[in-house]
């Protein structure tokens, strides 16, 4: 008889677990710790949302809704996509969180030996999903300021590269691309004849100016977007994926095999969600930033974040992230090392989607480990 683990696909063994997993298996031993390593908001889902979902479900609005998703939510989403690019965005197609229209995309575009290139740090999802498809990503450095350094990209690009994966506000890095990078991204795209897949989940959450989506310029972009973090829905699986028809056809099809559709109630809740200012919200995190910023940036070397609820800062010289981390966990404080992200293990992630009591002790404790 074969030991079970002789079952397991030689695709699921090549993915290990996620890094921030294990960080959350040290934060379930800790007593009360001051966590400072979530990456969801710590607001809640606006209340006109949860009563939009409670009363479709009690209107009986409960089962699949077709593959692409309802038409109200749909046209909504293209028509504000149209007037904020300035040209029609392609097909929109709602999916079960960011997470599912990146999956559905790579099993789309990417063959067994095909390439995506991204900037490191990155979000930890890109790489496993590309193993999952057999290809391969590579990680261009950005340090120390996460900008897109073109010369460095396109080193990394082959014959064999299919996809420049963007993603700003970043995380772990919280960087937004500036006018300069984005434009830069969008000459390399159309020199090397590339699909960008731009990650824009953190796009309300933006501090800055002048940080448009590469789909503004380039229409063979396809933009993930969701309702996770801008309200708070991480658990209710929403967003949506709009560009070139041809391969939004493709996502469908496989999507038909996978997700189905999206939660049917809460894309009725999503159209609620599209009303919503969430300013209010923005601004405290924006805040939040500040402080952490001003807390930290004296005895740590910090890009000073215009996104996302993350920083990125530097570990103090001569110790890794890792064990860094290790010490501010021994202090209770939670955070995340670098290496969960990046080759190097040479930075931290810090979320300040917590309150502020929270932020100024675990600031003080960090500080004092210096
Ligand atoms: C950069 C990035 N993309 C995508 C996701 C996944 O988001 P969703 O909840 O929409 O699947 C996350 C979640 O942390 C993220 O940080």
């Known amino acids: 008889m074969r030991n079970i683990s002789q079952f397991i696909s030689d695709r699921a063994n090549l993915v290990d677990a996620s890094g921030i997993r294990k960080v959350f298996d040290l934060a379930a031993t800790m007593k009360d710790p001051i966590n400072l390593s979530i990456g969801q908001p710590d607001f809640d889902v606006p209340d006109s949302c949860k009563e939009a979902a409670i009363e479709a479900i009690r209107k009986g609005f409960n089962r699949y809704t077709q593959t692409q998703g309802i038409n109200q939510l749909i046209s909504r989403v293209h028509a504000d996509l149209t007037k904020e690019l300035g040209r029609d965005p392609g097909e929109v197609f709602v999916t079960s969180g960011v997470s599912g229209g990146l ?98 989940i953190y796009k309300e959450f933006t501090y800055c100016e002048g940080a448009d989506s590469p789909a503004k310029f380039y229409d063979r972009t396809l933009v993930l977007r969701g309702y996770s973090k801008s309200h708070a ?122 309150t502020d009591e929270k932020l100024e002790k675990g600031c003080d404790i960090l500080n004092s480990l210096v």
């Open 233 to 354: 829905m991480t658990g209710w699986r929403l967003g949506y994926a709009a560009g070139p028809g041809e391969i939004i056809q493709q996502m469908l099809k496989l999507q038909q095999y996978t997700f189905v559709c999206a939660p049917s109630p809460l894309q009725l809740a999503a159209v609620t969600a599209e009303d919503v200012s969430m300013a209010e919200q923005v601004a405290a995190y924006r805040r939040k930033r500040d402080l952490v910023y001003n807390k930290l940036s004296s005895k740590f070397q910090i890009v000073k974040p215009e996104g996302a609820f993350y920083m990125f800062p530097k570990a103090p010289d001569g110790i890794t992230a890792t064990d860094f981390v290790t010490r501010a966990i021994e202090n209770n404080v939670l955070i995340i090392p670098g290496n969960v992200f990046s080759s190097q293990d040479t930075h931290f992630r810090i979320s300040y989607a917590t």
């Open 103 to 200: 999956m559905l995309a790579v099993l789309a575009l990417i063959n067994p030996g095909d390439e995506a290139v991204c900037l490191d740090p990155y979000f930890v999802m890109y790489k496993h999903l590309m193993t999952m498809a057999g290809g391969k990503l590579t990680a261009v450095d950005s340090y120390p300021d996460f900008r897109f350094y073109p010369e460095r990209v396109e080193k990394a690009i082959t014959p064999r590269t299919k996809l420049l994966i963007l993603n700003s506000p970043g995380n772990p890095s919280g960087y937004v691309m500036t006018r300069e990078d984005v434009q830069a991204a969008v000459d390399l795209a159309r020199k090397h004849d590339l699909i960008i897949l731009s990650d824009e």
